[in-house]
């Protein structure tokens, strides 16, 4: 257990607000990571951290932006939702070859 | 790209049987990392295999790396109402620290 937290867990909104959700961890691991998981897409990376302010696109960045100020916390940032970003999210920390997943935030854009 | 594809995609057996299911990838894997992950939660990791050739076990699970190290194999013996989910293979890069998933297969296992 890398003890990685993600709020909220939950989340409805309207399309074109902007969205902010949360990853913490507690491991002082190095890198995090952000993907969105859709039926018949499996793990799918948004953007990922490589350090505090380093940042990267991942395969699916488009509509989304991320910031990592200090270690333990990597946020993720709708600019303008829209309905094809209803997805469930998932933040990892990364150890080496292998990587920790936090529970996940289930978000619906109406 | 890699691409990591994953056989089958469902699976329905009756506790007891046995299982394989099976995760090919199109280059040859920097290292291989099998998850599971239960409904409503984050996927966990189960196993990371580097040498081709190499089987691990974990418990009922086997797991073996193809000696080219393209695909890999799980399989669980005397499946258990417990053990469903979704298994997901994944190649990590560490040089650039980002893994690539595949679209995993889904497990049920009926009492």
């Known amino acids: 257990d890398a003890g990685i937290t993600q709020s909220p867990r939950h989340k409805v909104t309207e399309t074109g607000t902007p969205v902010t959700l949360r990853c913490h961890q507690t491991?002082?691991?190095?890198?995090m990571y952000w993907y969105r998981q859709d039926p018949g897409h499996g793990l799918r990376l948004i953007h990922y951290?490589?350090?505090?302010?380093?940042?990267d696109k991942g395969e699916v960045s488009d509509g989304y932006s991320v910031s990592r100020s200090k270690t333990e916390d990597f946020l993720l940032t709708l600019e303008s939702a829209t309905s094809s970003q209803t997805s469930v999210y998932f933040c990892?920390?990364?150890?080496?070859?292998?990587?920790?997943f936090g529970p996940g935030t289930r978000l619906t854009v109406l | 790209t890699q691409l990591l594809e994953q056989s089958p995609q469902f699976l329905s057996i009756q506790e007891g049987e046995n299982l394989t299911v099976y995760c090919n990838s199109s280059s040859v894997f920097s290292s291989l990392q099998w998850y599971r992950q239960e409904p409503g939660e984050g996927p966990v990791l189960l196993v990371t295999v580097v040498t081709g050739g190499e089987v691990k076990k974990l418990k009922r699970l086997t797991f073996q790396f193809g000696d080219a190290r393209k695909d890999s194999s799980l399989h669980i013996t005397a499946a258990q109402p417990g053990d469903t989910g979704l298994y997901l293979c994944a190649d990590s890069n560490t040089n650039a620290g980002k893994s690539t998933f595949g679209d995993g297969t889904t497990l049920t296992v009926k009492p």
């Open positions: 951290s490589y350090g505090v302010k380093d940042t």
């Open positions: 990892a920390t990364g150890l080496g070859n292998e990587q920790f």
């Open positions: 491991e002082n691991h190095r890198y």
